[in-house]
């Protein structure tokens, strides 16, 4: 582990290479899965305050899942998720464009409707956080589909925390993220 601030960094993030690659994986990570994104107990609000400017973006299926669910729901291990279509397909809030799955929320935030871009687990993947009482770990999530991801940035040589630069900033913010950077180009 790497220790910045109050964050503990497992080394896989500084070490894996990981770049998305939609061409290839078609945003499968918002289609598959036990239950919906992971939020946080501060987001629920937000969610629900801006559902009215999202779902002009969203598909029926995904409409029809939160009117009857509601913005958010509790999963089996009793964590704040967005509701998925059909209980576990789809995250309610994925749009389809071009065979590509997107993000509802984000397509309102990119169109200047809502000044909020999406959950923070979605900006963040493929690292998890795992919150304790003093401080967070950061954990490279693997999961088979994404493959491509892990072969495109093999090929451009891009660790991790590097791609999820400006998600990363979000989170911790700017200072944070430098004193990454330089924790790294210590080791």
């Not at 107990?41 to 009117?67: F, H, R, S």
């Not at 304790?132 to 693997?142: C, G, I, S």
């Not at 990363?168 to 200072?175: F, P, Q």
Request: proline letters at 5%.
């Amino acid at each position: 582990m790497i220790e910045v601030g109050n964050i503990l960094v497992h080394e896989d993030v500084v070490k894996n290479n990981f770049v998305c690659n939609l061409n290839k994986c078609k945003g499968a990570c918002c289609l598959e899965g036990d239950s919906g994104a992971p939020l946080n107990a501060d987001e629920l609000d937000i969610i629900k305050e801006i559902y009215p400017k999202v779902k002009p973006y969203m598909n029926a299926k995904g409409i029809a899942t939160i009117e009857r669910e509601g913005t958010h729901v509790t999963d089996f291990e009793g964590d704040y998720t967005t509701p998925c279509v059909d209980v576990n397909k789809e995250c309610a809030y994925v749009i389809f464009e071009g065979g590509i799955t997107k993000c509802a929320i984000e397509k309102a935030y990119e169109h200047g409707d809502i000044s909020w871009k999406k959950p923070i687990s979605c900006h963040l993947y493929p690292i998890r956080i795992t919150k304790y009482p003093e401080f967070d770990v950061l954990n490279y999530d693997r999961w088979s589909i994404c493959s491509p991801a892990c072969s495109f940035g093999d090929e451009l040589k891009v660790p991790v925390y590097q791609f999820l630069k400006g998600p990363l900033i979000r989170k911790y913010g700017e200072e944070w993220y430098q004193e990454l950077e330089d924790t790294v180009a210590g080791i």
